[in-house]
Structure formats: C-alpha cells, structure tokens
C-alpha cells in the first residue's frame, strides 16, 4: 500500500484521484485545499487529516515523516493550473512522485526546470493524459500507424462546454492562472490529436477572445480545424433545443469518432500504469504544453485560410464589460 498526499481537493477533478488511490488499493493520508468544500472524502478517505493553510499542511507531511515514519510515494496535484509547477517541487523535495492534471505547467521552459528537479531528487513527475488511455482513441492511433504512410488526415475539432458568469470571477477566467480557453479546456485534445498525427508543423488562431479560441493545427499526419467555446450561444440549435450544455465532435475524413462514453475509469486506469512506472512523463507532456504556450501567444489573424465552420459565430462582449 502506497501513501498519498492530494492538494487541491476541494477542486472539479479531485474526486477522481480519490477514487484512483482507493481502487488501486492505496491510502490517501492527507489533503489540502483553501477552500473547505471536501464532504466527498468522507466517501473515500474518512480518515484522512485535511488541512486549509498550505503552512500546516506542509508541518504535517514533516511531523508524519519524522515522527512517526510515514513516508510520502505521491502527492496528487489537482490544483489550479498556474500552481501546478510549485506544487510539484513540493511534492518531489518531500521524497514523492508527483501525479498532476493537465497541464503539467504554463510554459514550456518550467518542463526542463522540472527536469533538472527530477534529477535531484531522483523522483518523478507523471501527468494525467486519460485520453490516451480511452479505448476509441487508442483503435484510432492504431487505424492510422496501420494505413497508408503517407496520408494526410483532414480533422475537425469542435468542444463546447458551457459555463455561467461565475467562471470568469474564478481563477479559470484569469489568462495568467488559467492561460485561457484553449490552455483550460483544450490542452488534452491537442496532446491526443499530437500523440496520434504527430509533432506541430503550422500552429495558426484565428480567434480567441475571452469566451472562444479556433485556429488551424497542421500536423506531420493531419490539418485540423479546432474551435473551443464555453459560450452556450455557440451551441448547435439541436443540442440546445434537447437541453444540452455541451458539445463535443472530432471528425477525421468526415467521419466522427465517437467517445462519449468510457471517461469514468480513466484516472483509475491511469494510476494503475503510474503505480507500474509505465505512465506519461515530462517528455510525453511537452508538445501539448507548447502547442497551448504558442496559442496564448499568436495574434489571431481572423477569418482567413482554412478555418472551422464555427469560427464564424458573432462575437460577443466579456459579461462584465460595459
């Protein structure tokens, strides 16, 4: 049985880590978050010591080691995405290997920062990239390393994912916290769509405001059009006629692959492979993190070349503007 540490619990995702440490038959001994939403431990870890000032937190990790000879093998991280670097060097400086949701850090250059940490300290450092794991997506690697070698993919990448007001008083709505839409909600879409078509040729946006991002992704292996939105006013007519706040659509060759399903195992499946040392590493995080770097960071150039159909869509004010 392995000891766990998870900071961020009070946060959307935490859930499913407590759930992963509990399936994969380990013990969580401690968590942090600031805010005191954290009930759902009770469902997992009733025992576990939960803490709101980081400082007690940290005297706690040092009390259960010293004094009582508990030792820390991985601290989850599930945090919002701007602390997800310092999180980590805790987390390795305290003798543990990290486990932290997308995406592992802001910028590029934190990765070979992290590294050097690796080296140190002699742990790890393992991110979550569950889309790799789901089962369509791992037949549609395969449909394309067994077709024609030279084959060109044209995909389409659409996710809607509606949110209210309260999303841009949240640190999700600071481009400095979050890095923005297609860092937040978009980053594992680019790591799986890299993992399957290979490394980034062309990196092109043509919007991204607050509420939207779409560009032109060409990859060794596919020309993707991508469009991520949290606007409900962007939602197809159908989807929002069913009552429906989100949509989601990746089509290759016009065709769509359909995932909708096989999500809920996905973290426990990834700890599983963690747990083996066969999970995915700094290396295996760095295109997905410079592909969204480069995102933050390109002027849209508008509608112009090949965009996605969505891209179209009126533009609207931030909600707290005048």
Request: charged share 25%.
């Amino acid at each position: 049985m392995k000891n766990f540490a998870l900071i961020g619990a009070a946060g959307y995702i935490a859930p499913r880590h407590m759930k992963a440490v509990k399936e994969t038959g380990n013990n969580l001994l401690a968590a942090f978050d600031p805010n005191d939403s954290v009930g759902v431990i009770d469902s997992y870890f009733p025992n576990a010591d939960f803490f709101v000032e980081f400082e007690r937190f940290d005297r706690h990790i040092s009390k259960l080691q010293f004094e009582e000879k508990m030792f820390l093998d991985y601290v989850s991280i599930c945090t919002p995405n701007y602390l997800h670097d310092s999180h980590i060097r805790f987390g390795l400086r305290e003798g543990a290997d990290a486990i932290c949701e997308k995406p592992l850090v802001m910028n590029p250059w934190n990765l070979d920062a992290l590294k050097e940490v690796e080296k140190t300290t002699g742990q790890r450092v393992w991110n979550i990239l569950q889309l790799r794991l789901h089962p369509s997506i791992i037949a549609l690697k395969k449909k394309v390393e067994n077709g024609p070698k030279d084959k060109i993919y044209d995909v389409d990448l659409t996710y809607l994912t509606s949110r209210g007001n309260w999303y841009y008083t949240s640190w999700k709505g600071a481009l400095n916290k979050s890095g923005g839409i297609a860092t937040n909600i978009g980053v594992h879409f680019y790591d799986m769509l890299g993992w399957i078509f290979g490394g980034v040729k062309e990196n092109i946006v043509h919007v991204h405001t607050h509420d939207r991002a779409s560009g032109y992704l060409e990859l060794e292996r596919a020309r993707v059009r991508w469009f991520l939105s949290i606007n409900e006013d962007v939602l197809p007519q159908e989807v929002s006629e069913k009552g429906q706040r989100t949509f989601r659509s990746i089509t290759v060759e016009g065709e769509e692959l359909e995932f909708s399903g096989g999500f809920t195992d996905l973290h426990t499946i990834s700890y599983q492979e963690i747990l083996k040392g066969n999970g995915f590493g700094i290396d295996e995080a760095r295109q997905a993190v410079q592909t969204v770097y480069d995102i933050r960071n390109t002027d849209p150039i508008g509608l112009k070349g090949d965009y996605h159909p969505f891209a179209n869509k009126k533009l609207v004010k931030h909600p707290f503007s005048r």
